[in-house]
Protein backbone atom coordinates (compact mmCIF):
# COMPACT_ATOMS: atom_id res chain seq x y z
CA UNK A 1 0.00 0.00 0.00
CA UNK A 2 1.15 3.68 -0.63
CA UNK A 3 3.55 5.32 1.96
CA UNK A 4 1.91 7.01 4.65
CA UNK A 5 4.41 9.41 5.51
CA UNK A 6 3.45 11.44 2.44
CA UNK A 7 0.72 13.16 0.89
CA UNK A 8 1.53 12.43 -2.79
CA UNK A 9 -0.87 14.74 -4.73
CA UNK A 10 1.90 15.19 -8.28
CA UNK A 11 -0.65 12.86 -10.29
CA UNK A 12 -3.50 10.48 -10.01
CA UNK A 13 -1.32 7.62 -11.34
CA UNK A 14 0.37 7.06 -8.34
CA UNK A 15 -2.48 4.76 -7.22
CA UNK A 16 -1.83 1.45 -6.01
CA UNK A 17 -3.86 -1.84 -6.73
CA UNK A 18 -5.84 -2.42 -3.23
CA UNK A 19 -5.86 -5.67 -1.35
CA UNK A 20 -9.34 -6.60 -3.44
CA UNK A 21 -7.75 -5.38 -7.26
CA UNK A 22 -4.62 -7.62 -6.59
CA UNK A 23 -7.21 -10.56 -5.21
CA UNK A 24 -8.63 -10.12 -9.10
CA UNK A 25 -5.75 -9.75 -10.46
CA UNK A 26 -4.59 -13.10 -8.95
CA UNK A 27 -7.81 -15.07 -9.77
CA UNK A 28 -7.69 -14.18 -13.51
CA UNK A 29 -7.82 -16.45 -15.70
CA UNK A 30 -5.23 -15.90 -19.06
CA UNK A 31 -3.69 -16.88 -21.95
CA UNK A 32 -1.73 -15.80 -24.94
CA UNK A 33 -3.59 -12.42 -26.16
CA UNK A 34 -1.40 -11.60 -28.95
CA UNK A 35 -2.57 -15.35 -29.91
CA UNK A 36 -5.85 -14.14 -28.88
CA UNK A 37 -6.47 -16.81 -26.47
CA UNK A 38 -6.88 -14.45 -23.10
CA UNK A 39 -10.63 -14.47 -21.70
CA UNK A 40 -10.20 -11.70 -19.52
CA UNK A 41 -8.73 -9.65 -21.57
CA UNK A 42 -11.38 -10.41 -24.09
CA UNK A 43 -14.39 -9.74 -21.60
CA UNK A 44 -12.59 -6.03 -20.92
CA UNK A 45 -12.49 -5.22 -24.46
CA UNK A 46 -16.22 -6.18 -24.63
CA UNK A 47 -17.08 -3.79 -21.74
CA UNK A 48 -15.44 -0.67 -22.76
CA UNK A 49 -16.51 -1.48 -26.38
CA UNK A 50 -20.29 -0.95 -24.69
CA UNK A 51 -19.85 1.75 -22.75
CA UNK A 52 -18.87 4.17 -25.24
CA UNK A 53 -21.02 2.38 -27.85
CA UNK A 54 -18.44 1.43 -30.07
CA UNK A 55 -18.32 -2.41 -31.92
CA UNK A 56 -14.97 -3.19 -30.82
CA UNK A 57 -12.21 -1.63 -28.23
CA UNK A 58 -8.26 -2.72 -27.91
CA UNK A 59 -6.60 -3.64 -24.28
CA UNK A 60 -2.87 -1.78 -24.58
CA UNK A 61 -0.05 -1.27 -21.88
CA UNK A 62 -0.63 2.92 -21.57
CA UNK A 63 -2.64 6.20 -21.96
CA UNK A 64 0.13 6.74 -24.57
CA UNK A 65 -0.04 4.20 -26.80
CA UNK A 66 -3.45 4.26 -26.57
CA UNK A 67 -3.68 7.66 -28.44
CA UNK A 68 -0.47 6.95 -30.57
CA UNK A 69 -2.47 3.72 -32.28
CA UNK A 70 -5.31 5.99 -32.56
CA UNK A 71 -3.32 8.07 -34.36
CA UNK A 72 -1.29 5.50 -36.40
CA UNK A 73 -4.61 4.19 -37.23
CA UNK A 74 -6.32 7.26 -38.62
CA UNK A 75 -3.41 8.87 -40.74
CA UNK A 76 -0.71 8.48 -43.01
CA UNK A 77 2.55 9.78 -42.80
CA UNK A 78 2.75 14.09 -43.88
CA UNK A 79 -0.92 14.40 -41.80
CA UNK A 80 -1.54 17.40 -39.44
CA UNK A 81 -3.49 16.80 -36.76
CA UNK A 82 -5.64 19.47 -34.96
CA UNK A 83 -5.68 19.80 -31.35
CA UNK A 84 -5.02 22.14 -28.78
CA UNK A 85 -1.77 23.59 -27.80
CA UNK A 86 -2.25 22.60 -24.66
CA UNK A 87 -3.17 18.63 -25.51
CA UNK A 88 -1.26 15.68 -23.52
CA UNK A 89 -0.40 14.07 -27.23
CA UNK A 90 1.82 17.16 -27.39
CA UNK A 91 2.93 18.14 -24.70
CA UNK A 92 3.73 14.97 -22.88
CA UNK A 93 4.06 12.28 -25.23
CA UNK A 94 8.02 12.57 -26.69
CA UNK A 95 6.67 14.13 -29.56
CA UNK A 96 5.51 10.21 -30.53
CA UNK A 97 2.94 11.89 -33.43
CA UNK A 98 5.81 13.25 -35.66
CA UNK A 99 8.11 10.16 -34.45
CA UNK A 100 5.61 7.25 -34.87
CA UNK A 101 3.18 8.18 -37.52
CA UNK A 102 4.80 11.36 -39.62
CA UNK A 103 2.23 13.99 -38.29
CA UNK A 104 2.56 17.67 -37.81
CA UNK A 105 0.36 19.68 -35.93
CA UNK A 106 -2.20 22.51 -36.03
CA UNK A 107 -2.51 24.22 -32.98
CA UNK A 108 -5.96 25.62 -31.03
CA UNK A 109 -5.72 28.29 -28.45
CA UNK A 110 -9.17 28.34 -26.00
CA UNK A 111 -9.63 28.18 -22.46
CA UNK A 112 -8.83 26.04 -20.13
CA UNK A 113 -7.65 23.74 -23.36
CA UNK A 114 -11.26 23.98 -25.10
CA UNK A 115 -12.01 24.70 -28.83
CA UNK A 116 -15.14 25.09 -31.09
CA UNK A 117 -16.26 23.25 -34.48
CA UNK A 118 -15.68 26.75 -35.99
CA UNK A 119 -11.97 26.90 -34.56
CA UNK A 120 -11.58 23.31 -36.19
CA UNK A 121 -12.99 24.57 -39.61
CA UNK A 122 -10.76 27.53 -39.70
CA UNK A 123 -7.76 25.14 -39.09
CA UNK A 124 -8.10 22.62 -42.13
CA UNK A 125 -5.76 22.73 -45.05
CA UNK A 126 -7.37 23.46 -48.11
CA UNK A 127 -6.51 20.96 -50.66
CA UNK A 128 -3.07 22.21 -52.32
CA UNK A 129 -0.19 20.71 -52.62
CA UNK A 130 1.69 22.84 -51.07
CA UNK A 131 0.10 21.75 -47.24
CA UNK A 132 0.02 18.93 -45.28
CA UNK A 133 -3.03 16.66 -45.07
CA UNK A 134 -5.54 17.60 -42.40
CA UNK A 135 -6.95 13.98 -40.95
CA UNK A 136 -7.75 14.12 -37.55
CA UNK A 137 -9.35 16.23 -34.65
CA UNK A 138 -7.81 15.22 -31.44
CA UNK A 139 -10.28 16.30 -28.13
CA UNK A 140 -8.65 15.46 -24.65
CA UNK A 141 -11.72 14.71 -22.16
CA UNK A 142 -11.10 15.83 -19.05
CA UNK A 143 -8.63 18.58 -20.49
CA UNK A 144 -5.35 17.71 -18.30
CA UNK A 145 -3.39 21.19 -18.76
CA UNK A 146 -6.50 23.00 -18.64
CA UNK A 147 -7.74 22.10 -15.12
CA UNK A 148 -9.36 18.78 -15.67
CA UNK A 149 -11.86 20.69 -17.53
CA UNK A 150 -14.65 18.77 -18.84
CA UNK A 151 -15.94 19.04 -22.57
CA UNK A 152 -19.82 19.73 -23.14
CA UNK A 153 -21.29 16.61 -24.62
CA UNK A 154 -22.45 19.41 -27.56
CA UNK A 155 -19.51 20.84 -28.02
CA UNK A 156 -18.05 17.38 -28.47
CA UNK A 157 -21.31 16.58 -30.78
CA UNK A 158 -20.54 19.56 -32.72
CA UNK A 159 -16.69 19.33 -33.48
CA UNK A 160 -17.35 15.69 -34.49
CA UNK A 161 -20.29 16.74 -36.97
CA UNK A 162 -18.10 19.80 -38.38
CA UNK A 163 -14.80 16.79 -38.44
CA UNK A 164 -17.21 14.38 -40.09
CA UNK A 165 -18.84 16.97 -42.61
CA UNK A 166 -14.73 17.87 -43.70
CA UNK A 167 -13.59 14.44 -43.64
CA UNK A 168 -11.76 14.05 -40.71
CA UNK A 169 -11.52 11.90 -38.26
CA UNK A 170 -11.86 12.68 -34.23
CA UNK A 171 -9.91 11.03 -31.66
CA UNK A 172 -11.10 11.75 -27.75
CA UNK A 173 -8.08 11.02 -25.63
CA UNK A 174 -10.12 10.10 -22.63
CA UNK A 175 -7.46 9.07 -19.99
CA UNK A 176 -9.60 10.52 -17.35
CA UNK A 177 -12.86 10.23 -19.45
CA UNK A 178 -14.63 8.34 -16.36
CA UNK A 179 -13.83 11.96 -14.05
CA UNK A 180 -16.19 13.81 -16.72
CA UNK A 181 -18.95 11.60 -16.78
CA UNK A 182 -19.00 11.30 -13.44
CA UNK A 183 -18.82 15.23 -12.55
CA UNK A 184 -21.25 15.72 -15.57
CA UNK A 185 -23.27 12.87 -15.20
CA UNK A 186 -22.99 11.74 -18.23
CA UNK A 187 -22.77 8.42 -19.68
CA UNK A 188 -19.37 7.54 -21.50
CA UNK A 189 -21.39 6.38 -24.82
CA UNK A 190 -23.16 10.26 -24.81
CA UNK A 191 -19.16 11.29 -25.71
CA UNK A 192 -18.37 7.95 -27.68
CA UNK A 193 -20.98 8.26 -30.60
CA UNK A 194 -19.35 11.41 -31.46
CA UNK A 195 -16.07 10.18 -31.81
CA UNK A 196 -14.24 7.95 -33.82
CA UNK A 197 -11.97 6.81 -31.67
CA UNK A 198 -11.90 7.25 -27.78
CA UNK A 199 -9.30 5.85 -25.11
CA UNK A 200 -9.72 5.02 -21.23
CA UNK A 201 -6.97 4.93 -18.85
CA UNK A 202 -6.84 2.13 -15.55
CA UNK A 203 -4.03 3.59 -14.08
CA UNK A 204 -5.35 7.07 -12.91
CA UNK A 205 -8.03 7.78 -11.22
CA UNK A 206 -9.52 4.18 -11.47
CA UNK A 207 -6.56 3.05 -9.40
CA UNK A 208 -5.35 0.22 -11.58
CA UNK A 209 -1.60 -0.86 -11.77
CA UNK A 210 -1.28 -0.76 -15.99
CA UNK A 211 -3.27 -0.51 -18.73
CA UNK A 212 -5.84 1.64 -21.28
CA UNK A 213 -8.22 0.73 -24.07
CA UNK A 214 -9.39 2.52 -27.34
CA UNK A 215 -12.77 2.12 -28.40
CA UNK A 216 -13.89 2.35 -32.27
CA UNK A 217 -15.22 0.48 -35.87
CA UNK A 218 -13.76 -2.91 -36.40
CA UNK A 219 -11.75 -2.19 -38.87
CA UNK A 220 -9.98 0.90 -36.70
CA UNK A 221 -9.65 -1.66 -34.51
CA UNK A 222 -7.80 -3.86 -36.64
CA UNK A 223 -5.53 -0.85 -37.69
CA UNK A 224 -4.86 -0.41 -34.00
CA UNK A 225 -3.98 -3.75 -33.21
CA UNK A 226 -1.28 -3.99 -35.68
CA UNK A 227 0.39 -0.66 -34.60
CA UNK A 228 0.09 -1.94 -31.12
CA UNK A 229 1.78 -4.86 -32.46
CA UNK A 230 4.22 -2.46 -34.34
CA UNK A 231 4.99 -0.12 -31.02
CA UNK A 232 5.69 -3.35 -29.06
CA UNK A 233 2.34 -3.35 -26.95
CA UNK A 234 1.45 -6.74 -27.65
CA UNK A 235 0.93 -8.30 -24.08
CA UNK A 236 0.76 -11.90 -23.62
CA UNK A 237 -0.79 -12.95 -20.54
CA UNK A 238 -1.91 -9.68 -19.74
CA UNK A 239 -5.71 -11.14 -18.23
CA UNK A 240 -4.03 -10.40 -15.12
CA UNK A 241 -4.06 -6.18 -15.90
CA UNK A 242 -7.31 -6.76 -17.47
CA UNK A 243 -8.71 -8.13 -14.32
CA UNK A 244 -7.52 -4.87 -12.58
CA UNK A 245 -9.20 -2.77 -15.11
CA UNK A 246 -12.55 -5.05 -14.35
CA UNK A 247 -12.43 -4.75 -11.04
CA UNK A 248 -11.79 -0.69 -11.32
CA UNK A 249 -14.37 -0.45 -13.73
CA UNK A 250 -16.72 -2.48 -10.85
CA UNK A 251 -15.83 -0.71 -7.93
CA UNK A 252 -13.72 2.41 -8.27
CA UNK A 253 -15.84 4.65 -10.84
CA UNK A 254 -18.80 6.11 -8.41
CA UNK A 255 -15.76 7.25 -6.18
CA UNK A 256 -14.19 9.40 -8.35
CA UNK A 257 -16.63 12.17 -6.89
CA UNK A 258 -14.60 11.92 -4.15
CA UNK A 259 -12.02 12.78 -5.53
CA UNK A 260 -13.31 15.81 -6.76
CA UNK A 261 -14.85 16.56 -3.64
CA UNK A 262 -11.03 16.70 -1.91
CA UNK A 263 -10.31 18.88 -4.88
CA UNK A 264 -12.44 21.53 -4.58
CA UNK A 265 -11.82 21.56 -0.91
CA UNK A 266 -8.43 21.83 -1.39
CA UNK A 267 -8.71 24.74 -3.96
CA UNK A 268 -11.20 26.39 -1.30
CA UNK A 269 -8.64 26.11 1.82
CA UNK A 270 -5.79 28.05 -0.16
CA UNK A 271 -7.95 30.33 -1.82
CA UNK A 272 -7.53 32.80 1.43
CA UNK A 273 -3.88 32.49 1.84
CA UNK A 274 -2.05 35.54 0.34
CA UNK A 275 0.44 34.99 -2.35
CA UNK A 276 -1.89 32.20 -4.30
CA UNK A 277 -4.09 32.00 -6.76
CA UNK A 278 -6.39 29.03 -7.91
CA UNK A 279 -9.61 28.43 -10.02
CA UNK A 280 -12.06 26.31 -8.91
CA UNK A 281 -11.84 22.57 -10.08
CA UNK A 282 -14.21 20.73 -12.17
CA UNK A 283 -12.45 17.50 -11.78
CA UNK A 284 -9.75 15.98 -9.68
CA UNK A 285 -6.80 18.76 -10.67
CA UNK A 286 -6.39 21.30 -8.91
CA UNK A 287 -3.69 24.40 -10.88
CA UNK A 288 -2.91 27.16 -8.46
CA UNK A 289 -0.20 29.96 -9.44
CA UNK A 290 2.50 31.35 -6.32
CA UNK A 291 2.90 35.22 -6.60
CA UNK A 292 6.69 35.93 -7.51
CA UNK A 293 6.89 37.00 -3.41
CA UNK A 294 6.48 33.08 -2.35
CA UNK A 295 9.54 32.68 -4.94
CA UNK A 296 9.57 29.82 -8.09
CA UNK A 297 7.35 27.09 -8.04
CA UNK A 298 9.97 24.68 -8.36
CA UNK A 299 10.90 26.20 -4.67
CA UNK A 300 8.03 26.33 -3.26
CA UNK A 301 7.35 22.45 -3.86
CA UNK A 302 10.17 21.45 -2.63
CA UNK A 303 9.58 23.14 0.75
CA UNK A 304 6.38 21.18 0.44
CA UNK A 305 8.06 18.14 -0.07
CA UNK A 306 10.53 18.68 2.59
CA UNK A 307 6.80 18.95 4.98
CA UNK A 308 5.55 15.59 3.16
CA UNK A 309 3.05 16.97 0.73
CA UNK A 310 4.34 16.24 -2.95
CA UNK A 311 3.37 18.60 -6.08
CA UNK A 312 4.32 18.78 -9.51
CA UNK A 313 5.12 22.55 -10.56
CA UNK A 314 4.21 22.90 -13.89
CA UNK A 315 5.50 26.31 -14.99
CA UNK A 316 7.62 28.88 -12.94
CA UNK A 317 5.22 30.21 -10.66
CA UNK A 318 2.17 27.50 -11.34
CA UNK A 319 1.87 24.27 -9.28
CA UNK A 320 -0.69 21.39 -10.08
CA UNK A 321 -2.12 19.00 -7.20
CA UNK A 322 -4.20 15.68 -8.04
CA UNK A 323 -6.36 14.20 -6.11
CA UNK A 324 -6.93 10.33 -6.25
CA UNK A 325 -8.02 6.90 -4.56
CA UNK A 326 -5.62 7.21 -1.53
CA UNK A 327 -6.42 10.97 -0.43
CA UNK A 328 -8.66 11.26 2.01
CA UNK A 329 -10.50 14.99 3.18
CA UNK A 330 -8.17 14.90 6.37
CA UNK A 331 -5.11 14.62 4.49
CA UNK A 332 -6.50 17.73 2.13
CA UNK A 333 -6.63 19.78 5.51
CA UNK A 334 -3.30 18.76 6.53
CA UNK A 335 -1.74 19.72 2.89
CA UNK A 336 -3.72 22.90 3.06
CA UNK A 337 -1.90 23.83 6.04
CA UNK A 338 1.32 22.89 5.03
CA UNK A 339 0.71 24.93 2.28
CA UNK A 340 -0.21 28.16 4.47
CA UNK A 341 2.33 27.74 6.58
CA UNK A 342 5.34 27.33 3.80
CA UNK A 343 3.76 30.59 2.06
CA UNK A 344 3.96 32.33 5.64
N1 LIG B 1 -0.67 12.25 -17.78
C1 LIG B 1 0.34 12.28 -16.74
C2 LIG B 1 1.61 12.97 -17.22
O1 LIG B 1 2.04 12.43 -18.41
C3 LIG B 1 1.45 14.45 -17.39
C4 LIG B 1 -0.23 12.97 -15.53
O2 LIG B 1 0.40 12.84 -14.46
O3 LIG B 1 -1.27 13.64 -15.64
N2 LIG B 1 -3.62 11.53 -21.78
C5 LIG B 1 -3.73 12.38 -20.73
C6 LIG B 1 -4.78 13.43 -20.77
C7 LIG B 1 -2.89 12.23 -19.62
O4 LIG B 1 -3.02 13.08 -18.61
C8 LIG B 1 -1.93 11.20 -19.61
C9 LIG B 1 -0.96 11.04 -18.45
C10 LIG B 1 -1.85 10.36 -20.73
C11 LIG B 1 -2.70 10.56 -21.80
C12 LIG B 1 -0.80 9.28 -20.85
O5 LIG B 1 -0.99 8.23 -20.01
P1 LIG B 1 0.22 7.22 -19.65
O6 LIG B 1 1.04 7.95 -18.63
O7 LIG B 1 -0.48 6.01 -19.15
O8 LIG B 1 0.97 6.95 -20.89
Not at 38 to 50: F, H, Q, S
Not at 206 to 232: E, N, Y
Not at 333 to 342: L, P, V
Amino acid sequence: MPNSEFIDLRSDTVTQPTPAMRQAMADAVVGDDVLGDDPTVARLEERVAARFGKPAAVFVPSGTMANQVSIRAHTQHGDEIICHRLSHIYQYEAGAPAVLSGCTFAFLEGERGMFSADDVRGAVRADDEHFPRTSLVVIENTQNRGGGAIWPVADVAAIGATAHELGLKVHLDGARVMNACVAAGVAPDAYGKHVDSVSICFSKGLGAPVGSAVAGDADFIKQARRARKMFGGGMRQSGILAAAALHALDHHVDRLAEDHANAKRLAERIANIPGITVATPETNIVYFNIDARLGKALAFTEKLAANGVWMFDVGPQRIRAVTHLHISSDMIDQAADIIARTAR
